[in-house]
Antibody
């Protein structure tokens, strides 16, 4: 059974940084690209970033480009999202998802709140 | 970026109704389209991939169709557990983009 468990969310001040992690199990992690998708309160879904199987190809939404960095550690079956220069509009549930552009399995999400 | 225009944004329907949701892409996306269902407090669940392929375990009352720029999600007979928000997603080009969502509510 595919399992994706996010961690690292919390409350952070504007301009601050946070690192999200996602622990994957139930599939061969290094066979698949991975994604982060977010859902802000009262808004729709937004694809944030994706990374290919070995980490040498990444993409970002324009809204986070230059501020967020996606990475992975295949030895640890883990996906990461380093977020910096956080803004109020980055407040959202952040989901880790299997597959690069068409997520088929999702974690339960971790809440990031950017507030002073 | 490719814009995905989903309609309607909200609708009221009764159990047993046939429901149709449309997604229009700002340019051709071949069949690189998926449909997701999301309930409050839960992660999205993929229903349809490659425009018309049913995700394993998803009831057959859900179906998808279309290609190019026009796509449709159909629920043949709405069930109580189907009241939720539905999103389309294109992944023909990066970044992948979602429609704005369709909230299906009980009439």
């Amino acid at each position: 059974e595919v399992q994706l468990v996010e961690s690292g969310g919390g409350v952070v001040r504007p301009g601050g940084s946070l690192r999200l992690s996602c622990a994957a199990s139930g599939f061969t992690f290094d066979d698949f690209g991975m994604s982060w998708v977010r859902h802000a309160p009262g808004k729709g879904l937004e694809w944030v970033s994706g990374i290919n199987w070995n980490g040498d190809t990444t993409h970002y939404a324009d809204s986070v480009k230059g501020r967020f960095t996606i990475s992975r550690d295949n030895a640890k079956n883990s996906l990461y999202l380093q977020m910096s220069s956080l803004r109020a509009e980055d407040t959202a549930f952040y989901y880790c998802a299997k597959n690069y552009g068409d997520p088929d399995y999702w974690g339960q999400g971790t809440l990031v709140t950017v507030s002073s | 970026d490719i814009q995905m225009t989903q309609s309607p944004s909200a609708m009221s329907a009764s159990v047993g109704d046939r429901v149709t949701i449309t997604c229009r892409a700002s340019q051709g996306i071949n069949n690189y389209l998926a449909w997701f269902q999301q309930k409050p407090g839960k992660p999205p669940k993929r229903l349809i991939y490659a425009a018309s392929s049913l995700q394993s375990g998803v009831p057959s009352r859900f179906s998808g169709s279309g290609s190019g720029t026009e796509f449709t999600l159909t629920i043949s007979s709405l069930q109580p557990e189907d009241f939720a928000t539905y999103y389309c997603l294109q992944h023909n080009s990066y970044p992948p983009t979602f429609g704005q969502g369709t909230k299906v509510e009980i009439k």
